[in-house]
């Protein structure tokens, strides 16, 4: 009768229930149930491990950015810097050049007003001698 069966496919366990699988077949899929469970599992471990992964590296370069965006910052302010400091010495340089012309041109004047005040003292000295 158990040869009958097996035709059709129907087996016996060990507690004599009729079975549509064979004991070895239905082990056999049982661990194979069991490897899927632990191949999900790991591959979930995996997915949290990523995730974890990812978010790590996306605030690192948050941070990087931040970091190159505060360095361009002070790139332009050094920049800023450094054209203000040109600016200043090219207005103390033509503030220098000018005070150097005025020196200049009362020096002429100072020239000019002495050769005048000697020609004066030299009339002066000449209409007191007349007298």
Excluded: P, W
């Amino acid at each position: 009768m158990a040869e009958e069966l097996q035709k059709v496919h129907l087996f016996y366990d060990d507690i004599n229930k009729i079975k549509v699988l064979e004991e070895n077949v239905l082990k056999d899929t049982e661990d194979l149930r069991d490897t899927c469970k632990e191949y999900e599992n790991k591959v979930q471990n995996f997915e949290k491990i990523i995730s974890s992964l990812l978010d790590l590296i996306k605030d690192l370069g948050d941070n990087v950015e931040n970091k190159k965006m505060a360095a361009i910052g002070a790139m332009n302010l050094l920049k800023s810097i450094a054209k203000d400091k040109e600016s200043e010495q090219l207005k103390l340089q033509a503030e220098i050049n000018d005070k150097t012309s005025l020196l200049e041109q009362i020096d002429s004047e100072y020239d000019t007003l002495q050769i005048l005040e000697a020609t004066q003292m030299e009339t002066i000295e000449y209409l007191t001698q007349l007298r």
